[in-house]
């Protein structure tokens, strides 16, 4: 495979992604930056993406493992939280950069993320919105990455190393997650001494993973309320299950996904003008500051397409709680301590 060139499947889309150019930057050349130019679904349109670590970050990161960070070690970093930062609605160029100074001087229009002490850390944060993420979000990126392999080459495992790369935790979160999807057939995977050494999707994993509804379900997270904003965008919504769980963007881009999946196949009359106002609420609700007059007059739109398409979105628990809130806000926009 390309290094410099992957094609990622995320939340229904296929992106495109060329990497454009990596190293050490600024004046004094102590920001590492990558750039990237990504197609999503084969628009011709490209649009650009830039993450940067500040030279305190890489210093921290460095102190924690007790030797240098390489600049492979720093793009595989960016390559492994791409996914969680990237959105159809995006802009045409989005800049991130990674800190770990609360006064830095920030410049308009960029996306400011404070680093963990270490880089698994800060890895965990943007994709699971957590620093102990749970064996359900483990198993969810879990299979989305052997189905990612099954679409690129269909006969082709996945090595737990790849795993590794691309799912920020330890090798006993790894191992007992794959045991946990071998057993339920969602994978099959190649055992040995020293633990799993490759896997691939089952044509029952494929199946459960391609109807959004039957993924969420098997492997379901509740919402409670609490919203988490990273630099102007809503990566996560702090949630509280069973198993004290969080849920990421791409669980509440899941569940838009079921709903829109639901509108096309039904017999309703332009069904697809209703898949496009549920996707401008789905990019409304996910603003830092969603405009509440907006999401009610989206909402009431939506409630008069015929169907019961309001109903459908409220039986996902993530949109139900999202669309709650917020039109509780508009309700109460001076709520009582």
């Known amino acids: 495979m390309n290094e410099d060139k ?15 150019g990596k190293g050490f930057q600024g004046p004094l050349n102590i920001i590492y930056g990558v750039g990237l130019r990504y197609n999503i679904d084969g628009n011709k349109n490209a649009k650009g993406i830039s993450i940067s670590v500040t030279d305190r970050v890489i210093n921290q990161w460095t102190a924690s493992v007790g030797r240098k960070i390489s600049e492979d070690e720093l793009t595989d970093f960016v390559w492994q939280v791409l996914p969680a930062l990237i959105n159809p609605s995006d802009s045409e160029r989005k800049q991130i950069v990674f800190h770990c100074n609360d006064s830095i001087q920030k410049q308009e229009g960029v996306i400011y993320f404070q680093a963990a002490m270490t880089m698994e850390a800060t890895a965990r944060e943007v994709i699971f919105a957590s620093s102990m993420p749970t064996n359900t ?7 989305k990455v052997c189905y990612a392999k099954w679409q690129e080459s269909p006969h082709s495992y996945v090595t737990k190393g790849r795993l590794q790369k691309a799912i920020p935790v330890t090798d006993v979160e790894i191992e007992r997650n794959l045991k946990y999807l071998k057993e339920g057939g969602f994978i099959e995977a190649n055992l040995s001494s020293i633990g799993y050494v490759a896997v691939i999707i089952t044509k029952h994993g494929i199946d459960v993973y391609e109807n959004p509804t039957t993924f969420n379900s098997l492997f379901s997270l509740q919402i409670e309320q609490q919203t988490i904003n990273v630099g102007g965008d809503i990566l996560a919504t702090t949630i509280n299950g069973s198993n004290n769980t969080t849920i990421v963007k791409s669980q509440v881009s899941d569940a838009f996904n079921a709903v829109k999946k639901e509108i096309r196949k039904m017999d309703i009359e332009n069904n697809e003008e209703a898949v496009q106002l549920v996707s401008q609420l789905e990019t409304e609700i996910q603003k830092s500051t969603p405009e509440q007059n907006k999401v009610r007059d989206l909402w009431d739109k939506i409630k008069k397409i015929p169907g019961d398409i309001n109903s459908k979105l409220l039986s996902h628990p993530i949109i139900a709680q999202i669309i709650a809130t917020q039109l509780l806000s508009l309700a109460n926009p001076h709520p009582v301590n």
């Open 6 to 20: 992957r094609t990622l499947n995320i939340d229904e889309h296929e992106y495109t992604i060329q990497l454009m």
């Open 137 to 143: 979000q483990i198993r969810r990126e879990i299979i």
